[in-house]
């Protein structure tokens, strides 16, 4: 079985399932953009990162964009930025032309990450992470910006599908129908179904306009763990890792998966998301 990495205690959480939408608090000094040197200064800072992922910034520079894209409510219909959360997760302004893969090398007021805005508007992500998004996020190694929208279609839709049979979602079992791909030249690390194992439907053949669209969120004093127990910042090795066998698996895991083996797969990603708060019919007839 692969060797886990060291896993950071985390904060109290009700469980595997996202039963509780919490949000973010813009929060940023002014209204105008604070302005950074070009992308040359950056590569002074990350060497290890390609030109195209320094290129990689985000529109959301000011208090009024980020006002203004959360007056959206069509685009957030799970209330992941519902007012009554503010006071849980504070989010600030992207500084101008900071990219994606920046960390407290440059910036040092407190920790933080980057998560792009599709993955609360399209795929109901909240904050805080679940304890098994946390553990897949350290068993990969990666950042929640780092990992491809779609791979986070995978693992919201099958946190909802084990939730809605009362199960607790299962890294291992989650690793034993999917797999890491080598990113390559690619920016973003994804997850394939595994050989002869294929669960869930992709989310999107081609996942597009996302990529200038990402917070900067912080903790506060009302959540100071929020942040614990996961990657914050891009990493420059990913741990791509086959899929599990099912000797790597529990016994109590390997009750669960002869349950979800049984079921009619693939299961179209997109119908679990859509049904997560309508449980009855949640599962597709087969």
């Known amino acids: 079985m692969t060797k886990r990495a060291e896993r950071v205690p985390e904060p109290a959480s009700p469980s595997g399932c996202n039963s509780t939408s919490t949000s973010s608090s813009p929060s940023v000094p002014s209204s105008s953009p604070v302005r950074l040197p070009p992308a040359s200064f950056y590569k002074s800072l990350y060497r290890w990162a390609p030109v195209n992922l320094l290129e990689e910034t985000c529109t959301f520079t000011t208090l009024k964009s980020i006002a203004t894209h959360r007056k959206k409510q069509?685009?957030?219909?799970?209330?992941?930025f519902g007012k009554d959360h503010d006071k849980y997760v504070q989010m600030v302004a992207c500084r101008e032309g900071e990219p994606v893969c920046s960390n407290e090398a440059f910036d040092h007021e407190s920790p933080?990450?980057?998560i792009y805005s599709t993955l609360f508007r399209r795929l109901g992500l909240r904050l805080p992470f679940t304890p098994s998004e946390r553990t897949l996020l350290i068993e990969v190694n990666v950042s929640p910006a780092q990992l491809h929208p779609n791979?986070?279609?995978?693992?919201?839709?099958?946190?909802i599908l084990c939730c809605s049979l009362g199960l607790t979602p299962s890294v291992d079992i989650f690793l034993y129908f999917f797999e890491v791909?080598?990113?390559?030249?690619k920016l973003w690390v994804s997850f394939s179904g595994a050989a002869g194992r294929v669960f869930l439907t992709l989310f999107q053949q081609s996942y597009k306009r996302f990529k200038k669209n990402f917070f900067k969120v912080r903790?506060?004093?009302?959540?100071?763990?929020?942040?614990?127990?996961?990657?914050?910042?891009?990493t420059e090795?990913?741990?791509?890792?086959?899929?599990?066998?099912?000797?790597?698996?529990?016994?109590?895991?390997?009750?669960?998966?002869?349950?979800?083996s049984g079921l009619s797969t693939p299961l179209n990603t997109s119908e679990?998301?859509?049904?997560?708060?309508?449980p009855k019919d949640l599962l597709p007839s087969g």
């Open 181 to 185: 791909k080598d990113p390559g030249k």
């Open 74 to 80: 069509s685009c957030h219909p799970s209330r992941v």
């Open 112 to 114: 933080f990450c980057f």
């Open 237 to 260: 090795k990913p741990n791509l890792q086959r899929s599990r066998s099912l000797e790597d698996l529990s016994p109590q895991e390997r009750g669960v998966f002869e349950l979800l």
């Open 272 to 278: 679990l998301l859509k049904r997560e708060f309508s």
């Open 219 to 234: 903790s506060n004093r009302r959540e100071p763990t929020l942040l614990d127990g996961f990657p914050l910042y891009w």
């Open 151 to 159: 791979s986070w279609a995978f693992v919201r839709a099958f946190a």
